[in-house]
């Protein structure tokens, strides 16, 4: 806030004599300049001041009660202004504008405006007319302090807001703010902060900067930078002094206080003088809770005026009140949470957890497996040694069980020996199986090692069941339920084991696995077959009307190390359920490209390679890099590689696909639309798609040419693809009739058994040999 600085007069008006002055004014002035000058003791008495103001000359004059309220010389002022030259600008120029209209004003004057004195600081006047006759051209009125008044409103108010914001608060952080601002806006403060005590791992308390306000001034960001930049220790600065001590500190001249330690900000920002106090308050054992500090600073000088002092204990022991009522709101919380023996989630918690993770796997497709533990022979144990005994176990068992170093676990206990562990994928390249074997394998050993008590050893194991999500249950109860129910076979057929649950039967890891274990031990040794070269390529032609091959399409195929072959649809949905399918489909893409140039070398030119492609690696913005890389260390174009991709999966993300497919296209690449009328067909979506082909599913090609119905939906979509300036391809095709259907759109590409069977490449060079077209033409 400014204030206003009068004009230089052209003599002092204290050293003015009265006869001078009589001369100065305005005749109609004259009468009053001497009453002015006399002390009123009425005015005294009655605590205000008298004032005259004449419009046309723009003159004042003020009596001494008056002058000493506005800190100006008393008697006359030859200007309006110099009569104010203490009011804040905003308020003297509502004063000004309303006095100078004042012949345009016929009802009584009043106004209430604000000073500041070096001596006295902020205060409130409240300026108001007398009613005059109607022949005098002056206009006169009292001036009446009210700044007392002004501090109870504001010290009221703000003690209501205050109380307001912090009964029923439930976030510390947004109430603090807005006290700050509310102390600001209603005592005249420039900046304020809360400061609040932290420990470290270490136990070293520091004090840090929690949350701040200041208005509109830009300046003031500097000082709030500073801040926020510290860390301040108990008993160091003013903020420090002040936490540790437990006693207010006002500071006036930042500049040349030792205690300030942002005292270049603090210049750079004109602040002056400050307040600060501890958020305390004392408990009714007596203890003195304080978990920070409050500080305000100004532009002004403001000790002797402020009203912060008188609010500040009850402001400080609110914020400290609540500080607690959260804290304590949030340990009752936890402990509602955790089993008091064994520090683990309780049931109830743990079936919430359990709840709200079969939710969020439902929405991400993700997978997790819900571990079931019972220790073995835990009853004799309470029986032959007593209950204290049992607790010794159980909680031995739990601390055993956390400090398990296997992150993505969550630890319970389900009541009385029983335990849970809710157990999600670490994100590794491990695979799921086999984390959940190195868990369970740590849980086993737990349980056996020996517990002492008073001197005995006391030994026991432990049975465990497990479910998987989503295959054993979508919720939980129904994944308890299965994991319990393993866990009891377990228990039947021996105890101190692992079992995998099934809808019919569950089996010991020990002997035998089940159904869902046989797929986690095949996904182990799909991944060693990435490795072991146990994955192999064959490939199926695609052949043009005029007979010649089109382009030929890779089809991964999976050769276990006992010669057994694995059907694709057996174990690419277990590549795509761990993740191993971006492996996989790298590896096909560097193969095919592969032997792409070498058939481009034994004389197939400008042969293309169709590639099938997972759902997981078109959503990867890298996809274009990584393809372009690796065509170009393969001596291939871009164009001589097509990527498949089915409608379900284009629709499922498109806007992550489509913009990676155009990109694509741009490059080079071609890109065939999988399956076509098998997902979420739509003439909207397909004419806006960079694709260069689509395939007929073959479900529409299986009812050729007898069902009237295929036979339409073929016949559209290949004048679709036509229309749209796209390769058609039937996949599928098995029959001469139905070859015979297809050959009638000359220009439909057709692939299936009746013309070639996949084929390894080598087979494919020495069936085909340089000529590219099948031996025998004639059926086409």
């Not at 003020?62 to 006359?76: D, E, Q, R």
Request: charged share 20%; net charge negative; proline share 4%.
């Amino acid at each position: 806030m400014e204030v206003f600085h009068a004009m230089h007069e052209p003599a002092s008006l204290a050293m003015l004599l009265p006869e001078q002055l009589h001369h100065c004014a305005a005749p109609a002035l004259q009468a009053v300049i001497a009453q002015a000058a006399s002390i009123d003791l009425l005015e005294q008495t009655a605590a205000f001041g008298r004032w005259w103001y004449h419009p046309d000359s723009d003159e004042m004059v003020l009596s001494v009660a008056a002058a000493t309220m506005l800190g100006v010389a008393p008697g006359w002022h030859a200007r309006l202004e110099s009569g104010f030259a203490k009011v804040l600008v905003d308020d003297m120029l509502q004063a000004n504008a309303m006095l100078r209209n004042a012949h345009a004003r016929p009802v009584q004057m009043e106004h209430e405006f604000r000073i500041f004195n070096e001596g006295s600081g902020l205060r409130w006047l409240r300026l108001k007319s007398v009613p005059q006759t109607m022949a005098s051209p002056i206009f006169e009125g009292i001036l009446t302090d009210i700044t007392a008044a002004k501090h109870a409103a504001m010290r009221e108010r703000l003690s209501f807001e205050t109380t307001r914001l912090f009964v029923g608060a439930d976030s510390i952080d947004v109430a603090v703010t807005k006290v700050i601002q509310l102390v600001c806006e209603n005592l005249g403060w420039d900046w304020g902060a809360y400061w609040t005590v932290e420990a470290n791992g270490l136990g070293e308390r520091k004090l840090t900067l929690q949350n701040f306000w200041h208005g509109q001034q830009e300046t003031l960001a500097l000082f709030t930078q500073d801040s926020q930049s510290m860390q301040v220790r108990p008993g160091t600065g003013l903020v420090g002094q002040v936490w540790q001590q437990g006693e207010p500190r006002w500071v006036e001249g930042m500049s040349g206080d030792d205690d300030v330690m942002r005292k270049n900000s603090a210049m750079q920002c004109e602040l002056r003088s400050g307040y600060i106090f501890p958020v305390a308050y004392i408990t009714e054992e007596g203890f003195r809770h304080c978990p920070g500090v409050l500080e305000f600073y100004s532009r002004l000088t403001r000790q002797t005026e402020a009203q912060l002092p008188t609010l500040s204990a009850t402001i400080g022991a609110l914020i400290a009140q609540t500080a607690q009522r959260l804290e304590q709101q949030e340990t009752i919380r936890l402990l509602a949470q955790i089993d008091g023996l064994t520090e683990l989630a309780n049931r109830s918690h743990f079936y919430q957890i359990l709840d709200s993770t079969c939710k969020r796997s439902a929405a991400n497709g993700t997978v997790f497996g819900l571990i079931f533990i019972d220790l073995d022979r835990f009853k004799p144990v309470n029986d032959a040694f007593g209950h204290e005994a049992g607790n010794v176990v159980l909680r031995g068992f739990s601390q055993r069980i956390q400090a398990l170093s296997i992150p993505g676990k969550l630890v319970g206990r389900l009541g009385g020996d029983e335990f849970a562990i809710l157990y999600q994928p670490d994100g590794s390249a491990t695979p799921f199986n086999e984390q959940l074997d190195s868990l369970v394998k740590q849980v086993l050993h737990a349980a056996q090692l020996p517990f002492m008590f008073n001197g005995h050893e006391i030994t026991v194991s432990a049975s465990i069941g497990i479910s998987i999500y989503p295959d054993n249950g979508l919720t939980g109860p129904e994944l308890l339920r299965g994991a319990d129910t393993a866990m009891y076979r377990i228990k039947k057929s021996g105890r101190n084991a692992v079992s995998y649950f099934a809808s019919s039967t569950s089996y010991s890891l020990a002997v035998q696995q089940s159904d869902l274990a046989q797929r986690l031990t095949m996904e182990t040794e799909l991944h060693q077959a990435i490795t072991d070269e146990g994955l192999y390529l064959e490939y199926q032609p695609i052949f043009a009307g005029n007979g010649q091959i089109h382009a030929i399409e890779a089809l991964i195929r999976w050769r276990r190390a006992n010669g057994d072959i694995v059907r694709p649809d057996t174990f690419i949905p277990i590549a795509e359920e761990s993740r191993l399918i971006i492996q996989i489909g790298n590896w096909v893409v560097h193969r095919a490209c592969h032997d792409l140039a070498r058939l481009h070398r034994s004389g197939f030119e400008n042969l293309k390679v169709h590639v099938n492609m997972a759902a997981s690696e078109f959503t990867s913005s890298s996809l274009p890099d990584e393809l372009r890389a690796i065509v170009d260390k393969s001596g291939i174009k871009p164009h001589h590689l097509c990527l498949e991709l089915t409608e379900s999966m284009l629709m499922h993300q498109p806007d992550h696909v489509i913009p990676i497919m155009s990109t694509l296209r741009r490059l080079g690449f071609g890109i065939s639309l999988d399956d076509f009328g098998m997902g979420y067909s739509s003439l909207a979506h397909l004419k806006n798609l960079p694709i260069s082909s689509m395939k007929i599913d073959r479900s529409f090609i299986k009812g050729l040419p007898q069902q009237s119905e295929d036979r339409a939906i073929v016949r559209t979509i290949i004048e679709l693809g036509r229309n749209l300036r796209l390769n058609v391809i039937a996949e599928g095709v098995e029959t001469d009739t139905q070859l015979a259907f297809l050959r009638q759109f000359g220009d439909t590409l057709i692939q299936g058994f009746v013309l070639s069977r996949p084929q390894p490449v080598e087979e494919l060079i020495r069936v085909y040999g340089k000529g590219l077209e099948l031996p025998l033409m004639g059926n086409i």
